[in-house]
């Protein structure tokens, strides 16, 4: 990780995508309280994540309008929140900011939500006026969603509005102390598979890939079963493992145990590359 000109080390990694536009997101707000507190911060490409902290801290940073629009999939019709979910969970210590979840008002008669975006306060009349726009996403199906993350292991931030999310942002990186030089903790690292030099670091990687487990949870695993095939035979005795319920053996054991079946644009790729060949 590159350190600035005066030999400081980045305590926090911005993901690049998070700093542009003209709108004023919670990431940016992150950014104006770490330079006043003269925190350093390094931006960069992430794979996965949009902040990333010490202690293999990652927050991924969504909108309820982005949550709707990450369920409608990639073009092969996979949905890109479940990858986004899945990189997440490679960390430590995954994280979600839903920025402004506690600001939405719910329509369960018409199956949506409405998320603020303009509010404003009328000249010499006691009330404020305030802008919507509609997401059509079932208040109970959102919720359902939001509990899907925290059964999988990942914390859930919900914030207000940018200004309340940056706080809570700040809050959770740095969640003792406001000095960046009293924190000891270790420096944030980017989660890729690069990098894994060691067999424990390999193994901790492959059981971290099962849907609801991550690197702690993938640690206390192999602590209690001794290798990756014993973790992956026995998984009905996961339970015993602390923080490991019934649905993340359920989730767990559909992945490992169903029968593999192809995906049809896997399949045409190939064959299109195979005619290639031939021609």
Known sequence: MQTDLFGNVPQIVIDVHETT?????SVKMLMQMLDKAKIHYAIEKIPIGDVLGPDGLAIERKTVGDLVNTLGGSSYGVPRLTKQIEGLLKYERPH??????????????????????????SRGKPYVVTMERVSYIHPSSLDALIQSFRDRGIQ??????????????????????????????RLPTIRT????????????????????????????????????????????????????GPKTVAAARKMLFTKYV????????????????TN
């Open 193 to 244: 598979r690069k990098g894994l030099d060691t067999m424990s670091g390999e193994q901790e990687f492959f059981i971290a890939g099962i849907p609801g487990v991550n690197v702690v949870r993938a640690r206390n695993l192999l602590r209690k079963f001794g290798s990756p095939s014993d973790v992956v035979t026995r998984t009905e005795e996961w339970t015993k493992v602390g923080g490991i």
């Open 21 to 25: 536009g003209k709108s004023m997101n």
């Open 156 to 185: 859930v931030i919900e914030g207000f509005n940018a200004a309340h999310s940056a706080g809570l942002l700040f809050g959770t990186i740095f969640p003792q102390t406001k000095d960046a030089k009293e924190n000891t903790q």
């Open 96 to 121: 979600i900011l839903i920025e402004n979840l506690l600001s939405i008002r719910r329509d369960p008669v018409n199956g949506c939500v409405y998320v603020p975006f303009k509010t404003r306060r």
């Open 262 to 277: 192809e995906d049809s644009h896997v399949g045409e790729e190939q064959k299109d590359a195979e005619e290639q060949k």
